[in-house]
């Protein structure tokens, strides 16, 4: 459901990918705002329940 419902949202809300850490899920995506992932969350049947913008990317690459 999640990968239909993203189509729908594109180019709105794109998935870049998400981490499981014990019973907890982090998803990354690219969105236009932080509506787009709660429209695109209510579509797909899962919670989100935070939403955390990030300003920057740190890392290996950008350590030299």
Not at 10 to 32: H, M, N
Request: glycine share 2%.
């Amino acid at each position: 459901m999640s990968n239909t419902a993203l189509a729908e949202f594109a180019p709105k809300v794109q998935w870049e990918r998400s981490y499981v850490a014990g019973d907890k899920t982090f998803c990354i995506y690219l969105a236009e705002d932080e509506a787009a992932i709660h429209e695109h969350a209510k579509i797909s049947s899962f919670p989100a329940s935070r939403i955390t913008p990030f300003l920057s990317i740190i890392d290996s690459k950008a350590a030299n």
